[in-house]
């Protein structure tokens, strides 16, 4: 029969609008790409565009952001966590609204408390 659409042809995907999401990346343990720890240089560009691509667009834009800045600090590239800021990881933790548990926006695994969760993100950041 025909078809009720009033467009003559199925509308396409504008490219650059609509996205395929991405995986996650793999549990630390189980990760196959790692950021570069250098003095200076900002060489992280190829880890954190490869971060966060499960997230809706702008949320996984604003943490890619947030993790720039992180890789760009002096504790990190010192590798010296006990320097970093307060609390400093926590927005890369999520905790659900309709669940329990806090889950790792890098790997979207869900942990038991916020300490295991940040643990986890710790791992996938390698410091």
Not at 11 to 39: C, H, K, N
Not at 44 to 65: I, M, W, Y
């Amino acid at each position: 029969g025909m078809s009720n659409s009033p467009l003559p042809f199925a509308p396409q995907p504008v490219v650059g609008i609509v996205r395929i999401p991405g995986p996650p990346l793999q549990p630390p343990q189980l990760q196959d790409i790692w950021p570069i720890r250098t003095a200076t240089g900002y060489p992280n560009g190829p880890f954190v565009s490869r971060c966060f691509q499960h997230l809706l667009d702008g949320e996984a834009q604003r943490l890619r952001t947030i993790l720039s800045g992180v890789f760009k600090a002096q504790w990190w590239r010192g590798n010296s966590f006990a320097d970093a800021p307060a609390a400093v990881l926590d927005i890369f933790v999520h905790r659900p609204i309709d669940g329990d548990g806090f889950v790792c926006q890098f790997c979207n695994e869900s942990h038991a408390n916020a300490q295991v969760a940040v643990s986890c993100v710790r791992g996938h950041i390698n410091v």
